[in-house]
Every structure is written in C-alpha cells, then in structure tokens.
C-alpha cells in the first residue's frame, strides 16, 4: 500500500496539527509516520487476510461535533447503555471533538490529570512525550500503528500521581453520529507508584460508519506496586473497518486487568496483550464478543511474562450468528528468567447457525521450567435440545437464542470487575442479539 491511497497530504496534516496548536515533537512524529508509511507491512494476525481489508478509505479526518453544556442534551441512545450523571471524573468525545469534560474536586487536589489528548499535549507536553509510543506500542511496529500516528484525531489522557487512589472510575465516552467521522483515537493512561484507578471507555454509534476507520491504540503504563482496572464495552456500526490495540506494560508488583466487551458490528483486528515486566506483577484479560451478519473478528488476547512470579490469566467467551466468523488467540509466552509464574487461559466459542465459524487457538510459549501453564478451549455449535426444550415451554426460537446467549456469556459477564462495565455489556448484547 502507498499513501497515494489516502485522501489527505502530509503538507494537511502537518497543517492540521500546527492548527490544534500541538507541541513540534508532536508534529515531527506525525511526520516521520507519515512518511513511513511506505516501507512498513501490514500486520500479520493469525489465519486472517488482510489483502481485501481497506484500512485507508474515510470521508474526513476530522469532523467537529458539537459540545454539551448539559449533560440532558446527551442522545436518548446513549442513555440507554450509559449513566453519565453518575460519573464524576468525565470526559465526553463527539465525534472528533471534545464535548464535555469534569474532574472531581478531589482528583484535581490530588494532582490526576484527565484530559482530551489534545488539551493534553498542550498541557503537559513533556509528560505527554515521555509516554506516548514508547513502551507499550511503537511507531513502527506495522503500517497501522504508523497509520495511527499519522492520523490520530481524538483521545485521552489519565496521569494519576504517585500515591494517590482515584475514588471514582475515569470515563471517557466516544458519541459518533456523523457519517463522515472517523476515528484514530489515542488513550495513554499512566498511574505512577502506588497509584489506583478504574478506567471505563465507551463508543457509541448512531450513524452509518460506511467507508471510514476506526484505528485506535489505548497504551496503559503500570508503575510499581499500582493498580489499573481497565473496561470497554465498544458498539460501533458495521461500516467501520477497525484495527484495536489495547496494551499495558507492568512495573514490579503491578497489575493491570481488563474487561472488554467487543460489540462493534464491523470487521476488526483486535490485539489485547499485557507485557508483565515487573517481578510479581499480575495480569487478567477478560472479553466477550458477539458476531452478527457477514462480520469477521480476529482477536489477540496475549500476555508476555518477563518478571519473576508474575501471574497472567486470559478468560473469552464468544458467539457468532448468522454468517460471522472469529479467530480467537490466546497467547501465554513466559519468558526465560520468568521463574515462579504461572500462565492460564479459557477460549470458548458458541456458534448459532450452520453457516457461523468459530476457532479457538490456544497457545503456551514456555522458556523456563519452574512455571504453572495450562489451558481451555472450545468451539460448538448450539444444543439443540437446549433450543427444544426451551421452546417446549412456549417460547419462541429468537427468545430462546436470546437466553442461550446471554447464558453462554454469563460466566465472564459476572467476572468482570467493573459494575458498569456488567450492566452496559448486558445491554449492549441485548442490542446486538435482537438485530
């Protein structure tokens, strides 16, 4: 691929970030991406071609929405699944703008900055910098992380000081109703030592996403002896082409767990991985996933044990209707010198049609001998006799679908350490189930 398949100009988007008034670092970077572009390959996922994927074609790059002075002026859709008055520490996108922002009393005395990425740049430039594609993504790692970089147009970013526990969980909301909006998104959330935070990140749409990205990297930086508890529930529509990576990288004694729940209705590439560099740092990576229509996802869960003692857990469930199809791989790599550490996961993949594919990889990379490994997967199609019974009962087919999937999804649904992570993926999936 070139970028003559873009329908923007390095002389535009070095205008676009003189105009956002970002630090020159930042428009080097996009420069050097750019330019870049050519020479990097695509990303290789497991048993997914790309060839006939777009990953260029969108309308815009940047397409400003409106702000909310009143959090009443919010889409009836998005109070659906979200309850944004509950939420002291906010930040709302529309489209590539930023809407609306709060941060508690309390957070602000204590130093956490949570702000859009590019009031952040302003900002704390310098601190922006030290972290922003260095340790859990590189520029370079692939044309799309490149492609990232070029283009990014939205973000956040969390910087929580050493010491302090933020009470109440950081939001951050994505609202797209334009046709035209694409998104390259960058999350850089930092905790230093002995920090805590809860972090829940929502996207939303209510218009057609024909033709266009959703291109976004989250970096998540662990200091020692802190804690970051990550959720999503993403539920973008099905014209999007979506490339997600969502990393971390652990200082000793850190942990950083997630919960995802993967409800876009596009084709995606999704690569969730964790590094455990720490000694005694820990890891858990929980999602779920529902495939409807012709929708192809591919999803990478990995954790990468470098530290001695570490602990990595991978937990996904998934269900595919109609004609969709997953690539689910779980990769446990315990490292040489990872002593002590212990490596698990469980891939389960439900199937509700003839013509829905499901596969689930599993994979254990051990280079050192005193570790506990081990590993579950499974691929099925749906019980039949569960279906009879329950329409035995006088239930109807699509109901009893309905209850087989949410019963199915249940066991990570429950595991998930955020409450309104729970309550918005179960209504989310109930959205996506009744299409």
């Given at each position: 691929m070139t970028t003559e398949t873009l329908n923007i100009s390095l002389d535009q988007l070095v205008d676009y970030s003189q105009a956002q008034q970002e630090p020159s670092w930042m428009t080097e970077l996009r420069k050097e991406a750019f330019n870049k572009l050519e020479s990097l390959e695509m990303p290789k996922p497991d048993k997914t071609k790309l060839n006939k994927w777009d990953f260029d074609t969108f309308k815009q790059h940047n397409v400003e929405g409106s702000a909310y002075e009143d959090l009443n002026d919010l889409p009836e859709a998005l109070n659906q699944i979200i309850n944004v008055d509950n939420s002291p520490n906010l930040i709302i996108q529309h489209n590539n703008s930023l809407a609306f922002s709060r941060v508690s009393e309390q957070a602000q005395k204590d130093g956490v900055i949570v702000e859009g990425i590019e009031e952040a740049l302003k900002n704390h430039s310098d601190l922006v910098e030290k972290y922003y594609m260095k340790d859990a993504v590189t520029v370079d790692e692939h044309r799309l992380t490149a492609l990232h970089t070029a283009l990014m147009n939205?973000?956040?970013?969390?910087?929580?000081?050493?010491?302090?526990?933020?009470?109440?969980?950081?939001?951050?909301?994505?609202?797209?109703?334009?046709?035209?909006?694409?998104?390259?998104?960058?999350?850089?959330?930092?905790?230093?030592?002995?920090?805590?935070?809860?972090?829940?990140?929502?996207y939303l749409s209510t218009a057609s996403g024909e033709g266009n990205q959703l291109n976004v990297i989250s970096e998540v930086v662990a200091g020692a002896n802190s804690k970051v508890t990550y959720g999503a529930v993403d539920y973008l529509d099905k014209g999007f082409t979506g490339h997600i990576i969502r990393r971390g990288v652990t200082a000793q004694d850190s942990s950083i767990n997630w919960a995802l729940g993967l409800m876009n209705d596009g084709n995606q590439i999704i690569d969730n991985t964790t590094n455990l560099i720490g000694d005694r740092s820990t890891s858990e990576l929980k999602s779920v996933v529902v495939g409807v229509g012709e929708q192809t996802v591919n999803l990478t869960s990995k954790i990468v044990q470098y530290g001695q003692e570490t602990d990595g857990y991978i937990l996904k469930h998934g269900v595919m209707k109609e004609n969709a199809s997953s690539i689910f791989n779980g990769i446990g790599h315990i490292k040489h010198?990872?002593?002590?550490?212990?490596?698990?996961?469980?891939?389960?993949?439900?199937?509700?049609?003839?013509?829905?594919?499901?596969?689930?990889?599993?994979?254990?990379?051990?280079?050192?001998?005193?570790?506990?490994?081990?590993?579950?997967?499974?691929?099925?199609?749906?019980?039949?006799?569960?279906?009879?019974?329950?329409?035995?009962?006088?239930?109807?087919?699509?109901?009893?679908?309905?209850?087989?999937?949410?019963?199915?999804?249940?066991?990570?649904?429950?595991?998930?350490?955020?409450?309104?992570?729970?309550?918005?993926l179960r209504e989310v999936i109930e959205l996506k189930v009744n299409k």
């Open positions: 939205g973000g956040v970013f969390v910087y929580v000081p050493k010491n302090v526990v933020v009470e109440d969980p950081v939001h951050y909301v994505v609202l797209h109703d334009d046709d035209n909006a694409s998104f390259f998104n960058h999350v850089l959330l930092v905790t230093e030592e002995s920090a805590e935070v809860t972090y829940v990140e929502n010198g990872g002593s002590k550490s212990m490596a698990n996961q469980e891939s389960r993949v439900l199937m509700l049609s003839e013509n829905a594919r499901g596969d689930a990889n599993p994979i254990l990379l051990i280079d050192e001998d005193d570790v506990e490994a081990g590993h579950a997967a499974s691929v099925g199609r749906v019980d039949p006799e569960q279906l009879y019974y329950l329409m035995s009962r006088g239930i109807s087919r699509k109901e009893a679908e309905r209850l087989v999937i949410h019963g199915f999804l249940n066991p990570v649904v429950r595991e998930l350490p955020i409450e309104d992570v729970k309550k918005q």
